[in-house]
């Protein structure tokens, strides 16, 4: 497969959000072991001038303390609930009712749309959602209508790039994908005839990291590629390729004047040799670029409606796509800005930082200096540390690859005792651990040895359970064998 289409293929779920002369847009995924508070996190969102955000669930608490904000709110139906609103028109109006309505009149928020699913239709999902999404898409509008939400509450769906594909490798050869051709038509007319936008989510960093063919310059926004040429339109980047090749596939089948949301893009900054902070920084600040100027693309001129993914990196998310998914923030776990960047938002032209963060003290848990790396305790050790922990800073150009087999392991160790909010249980690891107050960060470079922030329990709670106790060292499945690299 060429890049072009490989690049129309994306298959990941990630998130970054923003949007133009509208305001800008980010994505708030809760999937991290330590989520910051609700309203920390708000205030984060309008400290930065963010206008509107993405959710992916409808956590109560971050819908409460997005209340009188003024933040337009996309609200997010996980996939899993798909198949209960496709069978029942009453379980959908309880979902409107619970998290919709009674936000809106009692909280006060600025609710705008409902996301229905979160790109259902990936090859990789094996057609697991085909019957549902459409369905659960008709009765969560129906519950709108009924709560009398409809004219301000629109309903739409996030897809994948995926869900087209060009026939001749440039934009014009647009059309949907064929297997799901009649379902993607019966969508998009649904969704015209409701007012409601069709979102995508397009992400060049996931054609570089599948197609090494892939040009690099072509992902970023300097207009340093050679274009692709369709007709009489030069495309400088693939973002504007990939958007347009959605443009056409709309406008063949009769709904060319169907509004587009942009609903993630981004750029992670660890986890891969080409996810790292110069890219990110790159990738974002050419894109808010592109914003900026208003210009929209070839066909589609005018302002851009996106949200950036992702506003907070997620130090729990499945690594099963790539080490990368945890690190698409502009901002760190603790809300501290990972590079400069400037969205035009704010008095400095900078970031701003998450306020009145509270950390864990500083202290770390690291390879006592007369353990052995031949003690048969080490590789299952290890395996085991990063299994429950965090370890895709480590690895092949990564922030920490440079580290020697000694703080690799130090580095596995760490991470399962920060995640475990330091307990002693936590720093355990037979007769390999011990516990310092001298930073065993390297002195050179970015790699840091972290400290984590204090728990929240409001919201992970619920999520993954509470993390007060540490989680014992028992076997468990691991995610990779870092011991590999040792």
């Not at 998009?188 to 310059?217: C, H, M, Q, R, W």
Request: aromatic share 12%; charged share 15%; with cysteine.
């Amino acid at each position: 497969m060429g890049w072009f289409s490989l690049a129309l293929g994306v298959f990941l779920m990630v998130s970054l959000g923003m949007q133009s002369v509208g305001g800008i847009g980010a994505n708030w995924g809760t999937q991290a072991s330590h989520p910051l508070p609700p309203d920390t996190v708000v205030t984060l969102l309008k400290d930065n001038g963010f206008q509107k955000v993405k959710l992916f669930d409808a956590d109560y608490d971050s819908l409460r303390a997005l209340g009188k904000s003024g933040v337009e709110v996309m609200v997010g139906i996980p996939n899993d609930l798909l198949a209960t609103f496709a069978t029942s028109v009453k379980a959908a109006e309880k979902w409107v009712s619970k998290n919709v309505s009674t936000h809106i009149s009692t909280n006060n928020v600025n609710i705008r749309y409902v996301a229905v699913g979160n790109e259902p239709f990936l090859t990789t999902y094996n057609g697991s959602f085909l019957t549902t999404t459409f369905p659960a898409l008709q009765n969560i509008q129906s519950a709108l209508i009924k709560a009398g939400l409809s004219s301000q509450v629109k309903v739409t769906c996030p897809l994948n790039a995926d869900v087209y594909e060009s026939s001749t490798g440039v934009p014009s050869g647009g059309d949907f994908r064929a297997d799901i051709h009649d379902l993607m038509i019966a969508i998009v007319k649904f969704l015209s005839d409701n007012g409601a936008p069709f979102t995508v989510n397009i992400y060049p960093f996931i054609s570089l990291y599948t197609d090494a063919n892939f040009p690099v310059e072509y992902a970023f926004f300097d207009g340093n590629a050679s274009p692709i040429t369709d007709g009489g339109m030069n495309y400088y980047n693939m973002f504007d390729a990939n958007h347009d090749t959605l443009v056409w596939a709309l406008q063949k089948n009769g709904f060319g004047n169907l509004p587009i949301i942009v609903g993630e893009i981004g750029w992670p900054t660890d986890g891969d040799v080409n996810a790292n902070p110069t890219y990110a920084q790159r990738f974002n600040q050419g894109f808010m670029s592109h914003l900026s100027g208003g210009k929209g693309t070839p066909m589609r001129p005018g302002p851009i409606d996106a949200y950036m993914f992702s506003l907070i990196d997620e130090d729990a998310k499945s690594i099963q796509p790539g080490n990368f998914e945890r690190h698409w923030g502009i901002f760190a776990i603790d809300g501290s800005p990972k590079y400069p960047l400037n969205l035009g938002t704010t008095n400095s032209n900078a970031l701003v930082a998450a306020k009145n963060v509270q950390y864990l003290e500083k202290k770390w848990c690291v390879m006592k200096p007369s353990a052995k790396l031949d003690d048969p305790q080490v590789a299952p050790s290890v395996d085991y540390a990063c299994s429950l922990a965090d370890c895709t800073e480590l690895g092949y150009g990564t922030t920490c690859g440079n580290l020697d087999s000694r703080g690799n392991i130090s580095y596995a160790f760490n991470s399962y005792y920060q995640r475990n909010n330091q307990q002693d249980e936590a720093c355990k690891f037979p007769n390999l651990s011990m516990v310092t107050k001298t930073d065993p960060s390297p002195q050179n470079g970015n790699c840091k040895f972290g400290i984590m922030i204090q728990p929240y329990y409001g919201g992970a709670e619920r999520r993954f359970g509470r993390f007060g106790r540490t989680w014992g060292l028992a076997a468990a499945s691991s995610i990779f064998m870092l011991w590999t690299m040792l």
